[in-house]
Nanobody, 120 residues
Framework: QLKFEESGGGSVQPGGSLRLSCAIS????????FGWFRQAPGKESAAVSC????????YYVDDVQGRFTIFRDREKNMLSLQMNMLKPEDTGLYYC?????????????WGQGTQVTVSS
């Protein structure tokens, strides 16, 4: 069973940057797609970005396109999310999980998440 451990969240002002990391254990990531998902206050969890590990193809939702970049490190079995030009609406609990690329939804287990708060 895949396990995920997220880190890197924090509080930043609008326009700031954060880099989230996710250590994945239980299997090599080479043959899966993974993603970052966000649960904003009072809202359902939703995908932010996904990546296909085999070829590095990336997918973003419209409101983070151009600001966020997803990475995977196949040697370290890690997933990262570089977040730039952060906005208050980016606030939420971010967690990594397997990603169904067709629907941009999670499958399987996910970690505890890491909190991102963007406010002035």
């Amino acid at each position: 069973q895949l396990k995920f451990e997220e880190s890197g969240g924090g509080s930043v002002q609008p326009g700031g940057s954060l880099r989230l990391s996710c250590a994945i254990s239980g299997s090599r990531i080479d043959y899966y797609a993974f993603g970052w998902f966000r649960q904003a206050p009072g809202k359902e969890s939703a995908a932010v970005s996904c990546i296909r590990s085999a070829d590095g193809s990336t997918y973003y939702v419209d409101d983070v396109q151009g600001r966020f970049t997803i990475f995977r490190d196949r040697e370290k079995n890690m997933l990262s999310l570089q977040m730039n030009m952060l906005k208050p609406e980016d606030t939420g609990l971010y967690y990594c999980a397997g990603c169904d690329l067709g629907s941009m939804t999670t499958y399987g287990s996910w970690g505890q998440g890491t909190q991102v708060t963007v406010s002035s």
